[in-house]
């Protein structure tokens, strides 16, 4: 496939390349011509075979250990664009969630977020550009039964997302996030029917989102297309938050 978009001699690091969502970024920015480091904590064969089929490389960390966090990144830097993908979902009722629940969460999704964007743009500044790519959700703005902790962390990265482009921007690193819907993945159907079924209902375009898609979107904001664009949420959900819930 000829890209439209074409991201040659870029370095991209995605955290949590080896999972759904992670898997489907990394194969849309290697088709764009990117040179792609899949980081993965626990899910190493498939990180190293993603790894493998798009002619890219591994790294392991546990990004809420700033040890392992600094090691990583003074073995993989520079970087052109950084993905905060990595992410943790525990559904729990809000009044069963235990304070160490809430840390993991928190650990994982923001504070990992906010301590990886920190050292990765350190080196983007001298060579005055980067685009830093945070996967947020459309439950940052809509909570939903069951995630309270999630759907915290996904709204406080919105914010952290506008506070970073504010800041950063003078160095020439723009910070943005993409918020998707209901992303498909194997067995998704059959293990909750009544839900897929409201969300194709619910979503003028009928369908549920695939991990391309959500790609499609962070290559978009990381290529000279969106070189104006910054502090911004693109939401990929279908068009499913436009329906009226009244």
């Known amino acids: ?94 009044k069963d969630t235990t304070a160490e629940d809430w840390r993991e969460i928190v650990d994982t999704n923001l504070n990992a977020v906010f301590a990886l964007t920190q050292a990765v ?35 406080a990265v919105l914010m952290h997302t506008k506070a970073a482009a504010l800041e950063y921007g003078r160095f020439g690193v723009r910070c943005n996030a993409v918020s998707p819907g209901l992303i498909g993945r194997p067995g998704i159907e059959e293990q909750w029917p009544e839900g897929v079924a409201r969300w194709r209902a619910a979503a003028p375009l009928h369908r549920l989102g695939t991990p391309e898609d959500v790609g499609n979107a962070c290559v978009f904001l990381a290529s000279p297309l969106a070189e104006w664009i910054t502090g911004q949420n693109l939401v990929v959900d279908g068009g499913v938050s436009t329906h009226p819930t009244w």
Request: charge should be positive; glycine fraction near 8%; avoid cysteine.
């Open 121 to 155: 743009v350190r080196t983007m500044i001298p060579n005055a550009r980067g685009s830093v790519i945070t996967i947020a959700s459309i439950e940052g703005t809509h909570p939903a039964e069951g995630h309270a902790a999630y759907a915290t962390t996904k709204a």
């Open 1 to 94: 496939m000829t890209p439209v978009i074409n991201l040659n001699g870029q370095r991209v690091l995605i955290t949590g390349a080896g999972g759904n969502i992670g898997s489907g970024i990394a194969r849309r920015f290697a088709a764009a011509g990117a040179e792609v480091i899949a980081h993965h904590h626990h899910s190493a064969a498939p990180a190293k075979a993603l790894a493998e089929e798009i002619r890219g490389t591994t790294t392991k960390a546990d990004l809420t250990d700033p040890l392992q966090l600094q090691r990583m990144i003074h073995e993989i830097a520079p970087v052109d664009v950084l993905v905060n993908n990595a992410a943790v979902q525990t559904v729990r009722p809000l």
